[in-house]
């Protein structure tokens, strides 16, 4: 790891965008909002300077990951945007495309943001990759990794000879303390089994997307908690459920859990809502009777 720079690049707390140098080639780990596109371009040159960006690696197709991928390809428009085959798929369909859209005005306008350049119908993939597939960038070796739970195209890079995994959302989020969030929206199990999937690769450093760099010990307690994390939130939703909770009182309780400190300034409250409402239909589904 002493060979390459993790930079936080990112515009706004709920943003995800970190840079990978070598001081040859740069990635760049997922792209943000569209509202905060261009500033995170400028946060790239800032560090690159006059040299190029070589590739943008996307985690999953949530307009939180990649709608800034089209403003930094404007400044950068030979970089190749790579992602899972699913997420490509996505990107193709002007439904989603136009969701991604309603809910980065709905983020900016809460920030004050608003009359930015939209260019959300400009997102790509350049490289659909799956999983075992293998992406090199320059000195830099990938091994793209499925790791489904949070969405069904959600994918991790892992860099063996450096044990580096540039981890997803299926790996929860993280307060850089001592709460994890569990963040399965599409399957339960699957969740635990990709937790699983990535414990196993024996990561000595992982790049949270909404987080940042977790090294050494606190990656192996990171792994030992948030598998019993996501079991917990699951059950303590069954049993809510099962004794008659509506849905606002499941928000409540996942606000009063997790809505916190470093948490609530990185997570916009109406993706938190929608997100925990998917969260109970899911537990619905899969453990209720």
């Known amino acids: 790891m002493n060979d390459i720079n993790i930079i936080d690049v990112r515009v706004h707390p709920g943003d995800s965008g970190f840079l ?14 569209a509202f905060t596109g261009y ?6 040159g800032r560090v690159l300077g006059d040299r190029k960006l070589d590739c943008i690696f996307l985690s999953h197709s949530h307009y939180d990951h990649v709608l800034g991928s089209a403003y930094v390809l404007r400044r950068y428009p030979e970089a190749k945007v790579v992602a899972g085959e699913y997420t490509q798929r ?51 070796r990938w091994r793209v990794v499925a790791l489904p739970g949070h969405t069904k195209c959600s994918v991790g ?9 540039l981890g997803s959302e299926t790996l929860g989020n993280y ?7 569990p963040a399965y929206l599409v399957g339960y199990q699957m969740t635990l089994d990709s937790i699983e999937k990535a414990k196993k690769l024996g990561a ?24 019993p994390e996501a079991v917990s939130i699951a059950e303590a939703f069954r049993s809510l459920i099962e004794a008659g909770a509506s849905d606002e ?21 109406e993706a938190m809502e929608l997100n925990t409402g998917i969260l109970a239909q899911l537990i619905r589904r899969e453990l209720c009777r």
């Open 20 to 33: 990978i140098d070598d001081g040859e080639t740069a990635v760049l780990w997922d792209s943000g909002f």
């Open 39 to 44: 500033n995170l371009a400028e946060n790239i």
């Open 90 to 140: 996505i990107f193709a369909k002007q439904s989603a495309r136009d969701t991604m859209r309603r809910l980065d005005r709905s983020v900016a306008a809460a920030y004050g943001k608003s009359g930015y350049e939209d260019l959300v119908d400009e997102i790509r993939v350049d490289i659909p990759v799956k999983d075992g597939d293998t992406v090199e960038t320059g000195k830099m």
């Open 157 to 165: 890079f892992f860099e063996e000879s450096r044990k580096l995994l």
């Open 175 to 181: 307060d850089g303390e001592n709460a994890i969030i």
């Open 204 to 227: 000595e450093s992982v790049l949270l997307p909404h987080y940042g760099l977790i090294r050494g010990e606190r990656v192996r307690w990171y792994f030992e908690n948030i598998g």
């Open 249 to 269: 009182e499941l928000k409540q309780y996942y606000k009063d859990r997790y809505y916190h400190g470093i948490i609530r300034v990185s997570y916009p409250e």
